[in-house]
Nanobody, 115 residues
């Protein structure tokens, strides 16, 4: 059974940093393009960052130069390093794994940026 487990969220002050992790159990991790999404109440889930199986990355304009997505295929893990956090980054963050034949979502992790 394939399962994605997300961790690393929490409360941080503006300007602070957090690193989110998403680990895949039971999957062929290197086959998937991995992404991070976030969602706030009443809004649609939005794409934050993506990384392909070959390591190419894309970012939402709102997080460019502040966030970095990376993957460690040996550990079946994708990371989201978030720096210079702003109140507007407060959301539930989800990892997403996509292959041509299937898509998986991890459980969300809450990130709250507040003083």
């Amino acid at each position: 059974q394939v399962q994605f487990v997300t961790s690393g969220g929490g409360l941080v002050q503006p300007g602070g940093s957090l690193r989110l992790s998403c680990v895949c159990f039971g999957c062929t991790f290197r086959s998937y393009a991995m992404s991070w999404y976030r969602q706030t109440p009443g809004k649609q889930r939005e794409l934050v960052a993506s990384i392909t199986s070959s390591g190419s990355t894309t970012y939402a304009d709102s997080v460019k130069a502040r966030f970095a997505i990376s993957r460690d295929d040996a550990k079946n893990t994708v990371y989201l390093q978030m720096n210079s956090l702003e109140a507007e980054d407060t959301a539930v963050y989800f990892c997403n794994a996509k292959a041509p034949w299937i898509t998986y979502w991890g459980q969300g992790t809450q990130v709250t940026v507040s003083s």
